[in-house]
């Protein structure tokens, strides 16, 4: 059976964010998946990176108790994905603190060179974004989140092979016109065909 971890992150739980997210899972479910939803808001995760944290990065000190929580989720799953609306060109604070505290030295990877907890799993990071996919890829953003997250976190640092990004775009708060609602089904339902597809790997 395959283990699904989905990290969602945004503060109001009728969210598309969190709407993506169960899309992933259901599809996963229908698979056979055994699939755990992890929401960073609704689980309390502070982001802030602390003292503690510093002295567990320096070997001078345990994983904080929160963060340890989350990695022993992290490390029981086959398949992870992490969907957050893209803030100001980047990931919002919370899943930055993600990347801070939980995807840190020692447990993700390692000085020595060693495979992490993350090595060989499956990650796919879904964002959500007010522009086009297209828009994000010519203009260097899109490059650059892809750099910064994909190639050199999770595949150069943690030893994620198959790692990808993927868009959910063209979305406006509050946007009831009909095609564009049209539109963000679809986009729901290529994530569902996606949770499937990757749990039945």
Same mark, same amino acid.
């Given at each position: 059976?395959?283990?699904?971890?989905?990290? /969602?992150?945004?503060?109001?739980?009728?969210?598309?964010?969190?709407?993506?997210?169960?899309?992933?899972?259901?599809?996963?479910?229908? *698979?056979?998946?055994?699939? !755990?939803?992890?929401?960073?808001?609704?689980?309390?995760?502070?982001?802030?990176?602390?003292?503690? !944290?510093?002295?567990?990065?320096?070997?001078?000190?345990?994983?904080?108790? !929160?963060? *340890?929580?989350?990695? @022993?989720?992290? =490390?029981?799953? @086959?398949?992870? %994905?992490?969907?957050?609306?893209?803030?100001?060109?980047?990931?919002?604070?919370?899943?930055?603190?993600?990347?801070?505290?939980?995807?840190?030295?020692?447990?993700?990877?390692?000085?020595?060179?060693?495979?992490?907890?993350?090595?060989?799993?499956?990650?796919?990071?879904?964002?959500? /974004?007010?522009?086009?996919?297209?828009?994000?890829?010519?203009?260097?953003?899109?490059?650059?989140?892809?750099?910064?997250?994909?190639?050199?976190?999770?595949?150069?640092?943690?030893?994620?092979? @198959? *790692?990808?990004? %993927?868009?959910? @775009?063209?979305?406006?708060?509050?946007?009831?016109?009909? =095609?564009?609602?049209?539109?963000?089904?679809?986009?729901?339902?290529?994530?569902? %065909?996606?949770? =499937?597809?990757?749990?039945? =790997?």
């Amino acid at each position: 059976m395959t283990n699904v971890l989905v990290i /969602t992150s945004n503060p109001d739980p009728g969210s598309l964010t969190d709407t993506a997210g169960d899309a992933f899972a259901a599809g996963a479910r229908a *698979a056979g998946a055994d699939v !755990d939803v992890l929401d960073l808001y609704d689980a309390g995760f502070s982001p802030v990176y602390t003292l503690a !944290d510093r002295r567990h990065y320096l070997g001078r000190g345990p994983v904080p108790r !929160d963060v *340890a929580v989350i990695q @022993d989720r992290l =490390e029981k799953a @086959d398949v992870i %994905v992490i969907v957050f609306p893209v803030y100001w060109y980047t990931m919002p604070a919370m899943v930055k603190g993600l990347f801070d505290r939980v995807i840190c030295r020692g447990f993700a990877y390692n000085p020595s060179g060693e495979p992490g907890a993350l090595a060989g799993k499956t990650v796919r990071v879904v964002m959500l /974004t007010g522009g086009s996919q297209g828009w994000y890829e010519s203009d260097g953003v899109g490059e650059a989140l892809d750099n910064q997250i994909r190639r050199q976190t999770l595949t150069k640092y943690c030893g994620v092979e @198959d *790692a990808k990004i %993927v868009y959910v @775009d063209n979305l406006v708060s509050g946007d009831d016109d009909p =095609e564009r609602r049209r539109a963000v089904a679809e986009q729901l339902e290529r994530l569902r %065909v996606m949770g =499937e597809s990757l749990a039945s =790997e």
